[in-house]
């Protein structure tokens, strides 16, 4: 089953990523260009448990897209499995570019293993937006980690999100690990999730969410897979700013939200409660690894003020500042790829 090109195998070990900017008619929308492969890659969520994925950039998630409202985006898709894809750009309107909508038999043909296609289609509306592959999305979405983050940065920002000093990337997701060595399979009814990750890995192998007293976070929430998750983070009150990427009139005060499958919150706290705080999905059942308790889809806000005590689970952590995409939101518009969410790749 897996007798296809090398050509593409080397394309994909190059881990090509070509970003032009060039400027478009619209005198402040520019054109990005970007390369991307899908690899059959084995994936780690927690201690032993790994996953067979098809993974954008050999990644899970996928590269972080991160551009201006209205900007010309280009991106070339390269099929390097050997089973059939496609690219759905969740939230993009495509006024006047229906075929760019990613979707098989409706849209375009799917991407055949070892061929390629080019989505061209404008950013628009702004916010917080994911694509993921749309052929047999039970389990290409639901279980083989085809997702990454679409972030459009808006014109008009409004004046609640004009004061965040500090934004992170939550994709949650839901696995079955007795699929876990079975590509092509999966997906069917009684299925059993047994595995919960944020951005890819369950605790506590995921990492926490670093903060300075007085900074403005915004915590952009993802449903990337098949279940609803009920997020309640300790010690603060998030403000519900936006849905779906839309800004709302009048933000809603919350501590626990439910981001469901496709769905997207951002929510916007001060960090003005210095300590550290649990942020964990409030389903019970989503908060283990197999089955045993306390891991899932569980993490800890950490203030910097704050010095490790000898009782805290994470005191020898490993920190790695970018695993919310923290760091690459920073720098402004471009594709970010990320070296912790890189798998094996699988002849
Ligand atoms: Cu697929």
């Known amino acids: 089953m897996r007798t296809f090109s090398n050509v593409w195998r080397c394309v994909a070990l190059a881990a090509v990523f070509v970003l032009n900017v060039a400027h478009s008619a619209d005198a402040f929308a520019a054109v990005r260009k970007f390369e991307m492969n899908i690899e059959d ?55 006047g570019t229906w075929k760019m909508d990613g979707v098989p038999g409706t849209t375009q043909e799917a991407i055949k293993p070892g061929e390629s296609f080019t989505y061209k289609f404008t950013a628009e509306p702004s916010g917080t937006m994911w694509y993921h592959c749309h052929v047999n999305v039970n389990e290409h979405v639901a279980l083989r980690g085809m997702w990454g983050p679409f972030v459009v940065r808006p014109k008009k920002p409004t004046a609640l999100e004009k004061t965040v000093t500090k934004e992170f990337i939550m994709m949650l997701s839901d696995w079955d690990s007795k699929w876990s060595s079975k590509p092509g399979f999966g997906g069917v009814p009684g299925d059993v999730y047994d595995f919960f990750t944020i951005n890819g890995k369950s605790f506590p192998d995921n990492q926490p969410l670093r903060v300075n007293k007085g ?5 952009r929430f ?24 839309f800004p709302l009139a009048n933000p809603i005060s919350a501590d626990t939200i ?43 806000l950490e203030y910097n003020e704050i010095k490790p005590d000898d009782f805290y689970d994470w005191k020898a952590k490993k920190f790695e500042p970018n695993f919310y995409y923290e ?20 002849q």
């Open 327 to 346: 760091e690459s939101l920073k720098k402004g518009p471009g594709v970010y790829t990320n070296d912790g969410f890189k798998g094996q790749a699988v």
């Open 41 to 95: 890659t084995r994936i780690t969520l927690v201690e032993k448990q790994q996953y067979h994925t098809f993974a954008f950039a050999g990644q899970v998630p996928g590269p972080l897209f991160y551009v201006d409202e209205g900007d010309q985006i280009e991106v070339n898709v390269n099929n390097v499995t050997a089973l059939p894809h496609s690219v759905h750009w969740h939230g993009m309107l495509q006024k």
């Open 215 to 219: 900074d403005v976070v915004r915590l």
């Open 222 to 245: 993802i449903g990337a897979g098949d279940l609803v998750h009920s997020i309640h983070l300790h010690g603060h009150i998030m403000k519900v700013a936006f849905k779906d990427g």
């Open 258 to 300: 439910l981001v469901g499958p496709g769905e997207r919150y951002d929510v916007i706290f001060t960090a003005d409660n210095p300590g550290r705080w649990m942020i964990h999905d409030h389903v019970d059942s989503h908060t283990m690894n197999g089955d045993r308790p306390m891991g899932g889809i569980m993490s800890v």
